[in-house]
């Protein structure tokens, strides 16, 4: 009986283990941060934005949601579109998610048990008919 104990133990163990290194959390005790916070994630997005000239004539706005995982070093992985728009404006939010990675993390990992962990995080990215075009 005891060694079933046991066993059961380092399996859980085991199990807890596999949900920390490989499947991203949903809600942990920290979550990631954009390096500066949400102002500076916001402007980031707002001075590398393009509204798509295709979407200039189909109505006032859109709103993309994204989702992607920060990984322990700061870095966005797996980026996806989970509700999108018409005309380009998914493939514009999928532009700013690889710009977050060039050069440097511009996030913060989440903490969870005292340790940086994987979280899944959702981003809704705001597409307006007045944006400026370069």
């Known amino acids: 009986m005891r060694m079933l104990i046991i066993l059961a133990l380092a399996l859980f163990k085991f199990a807890l283990q596999a949900q920390t290194d490989e499947t991203p959390f949903t809600f942990v005790e920290k979550m990631p941060e954009f390096v500066g916070g949400n102002k500076k994630m916001n402007r980031f997005i707002s ?3 393009h509204f798509p000239d295709e979407c200039r004539n189909e109505g006032p706005g859109y709103v993309v949601i994204v989702q992607f995982v920060v990984d ?3 870095y966005i992985s797996n980026p996806k579109v989970v509700r999108g728009a018409r005309c380009g404006c ?3 939010a999928m532009r ?3 710009l977050m ?3 440097n993390p511009h996030w913060i990992p ?3 048990n005292g340790r940086k962990v994987r979280v899944q995080y959702t981003l809704p990215i705001k597409f307006e008919r007045n944006m ?3």
């Open 47 to 49: 001075d590398n934005i």
């Open 132 to 134: 400026t075009k370069d």
């Open 90 to 92: 998914n493939q514009e």
């Open 96 to 98: 700013i998610m690889n």
């Open 101 to 103: 990675n060039e050069n």
């Open 72 to 74: 322990t070093s700061g």
């Open 110 to 112: 989440g903490m969870h």
